[in-house]
């Protein structure tokens, strides 16, 4: 186990052959820590409590780095702290807007697989359809608006905050679709696709974990897109009316507007039970130790990484979770850029990329290196949990946490309760009264 090259990625293509969606193309982003720290170094938040909500507005595109852990909120945190330490005010914002995902995050850790359902009654007695219309999959919805989203979704990985809780209204509250179906479709796609996040978002939309639904109008859209899809647009749009009407026309019924709109849908991807050949194990050097590294886990600053500098590392694509739930290449070719990044700047002895069944591979590895303790750095994913707690059976696990945005031990409701506490912790001021609270 010696791989200090780049991966050979015409081969892992091949291998994953019916584990993702997409041909191989440059990413918009490139993925790794390096670059991860060179866009962190380069950005500057002063006007971003301004033109956050703006599609062209001064957003730092780190959370793609943040969810692989190719960079943690605390790092983000205290670089920009040590950059603009003469001008704390201008980081206020941003930093609440960190403290959005750290809370996700506990949200996750909280509530588990049971993100993956409702957490409370809607606030609505609205039908939603689990069955997904074609034309909502393939981007021909005849809505310049939801097309384009579509479109960066599936070609570039990447939607503005704004634009995700734009499409999220209009999948669950004018067409009347489930939101966990839109959850795992953006978890397929956006190169920052998880479950604390961008599930609990969702939910959010939907009022399942809000006091009320969020919608938004034409006149939002226009404003915070400059236009681009509005201008010009001959469509009958479903969203030019006052708020008051739409929340009677979204909510008034037992229907949504436009839920028989568009072609017969399509049932969610059933679990798959194919999965390719056992893989052949590169050659094990023996080590009494070795790092399970995972996808939420690329830093070479990474606490398992720090402590085991002699470990070597192991990285291995669930087979049967991307032929379940496939990404997008580009979601792949991120997590790639990722460990080609570690593999240049790590001291240990080498890291393999492996694919198949995650604990089968990684005992095999184990037993192979004559090793008793894998590392990994702790995830609150539940997949990742399971995984470890099945290792835990024949080996010492050792899950490393990562420094902590803010303590808050209370279960997470709303952030507003969370920021109570949270605030002076991440920003060093206590929390301000009467703002709004969601990105």
Known sequence: MNRKTPIDRYALHERLSGCFTGEPKATTLRGGRTEALRLLDAYDPAGYGR?????????????????????????????????????????????????WRDYFAKVLAWHGRGLEEAIEQPKHNVARDSRIPLDMIVGETGLPCVDGMLANLYQDGYLHNHARLWFAAYWCHFRGLDWLQGARLFRRFLLDGDTASNFASWQWVESTFAAKPYFMNKEN???????????????????????????????????????????????????????????SLPSIPHAPEIIWVHDAALSWNSPAFKTNPSAPGVFVFDELAMRSEPPAWHRVAFILDGIDDLITNIPNPGLEVLVGDPVDILERVALAAGAETIHLDQSHEPAMIEIAERLRRRFRVVEHPAPELARYDDEPKRFSRYWDKAAAQVTGKPAKRGGKWHR
């Open 221 to 279: 859209i226009k404003n915070f897109s400059g236009g681009q899809w509005c201008n010009g647009c001959q469509a009958a749009c479903p969203f030019d009316r006052d708020y008051a009407e739409l929340q009677n026309l979204l909510f008034g019924g037992t229907r949504a507007p436009l839920a028989n709109r568009g072609k017969q849908g399509l049932a969610p991807t059933p679990l798959s039970a194919m999965a390719g050949a056992a893989q």
């Open 51 to 99: 033109g956050r909500n703006f599609l062209a507005g001064p957003v730092s595109k780190l959370s793609p780095y943040i969810r692989h852990g190719m960079i943690s909120l605390v790092e983000v945190r205290d670089r920009l702290s040590q950059r603009f330490a003469d001008d704390p005010s201008r980081l206020e914002e941003f930093f609440r807007q960190l403290a």
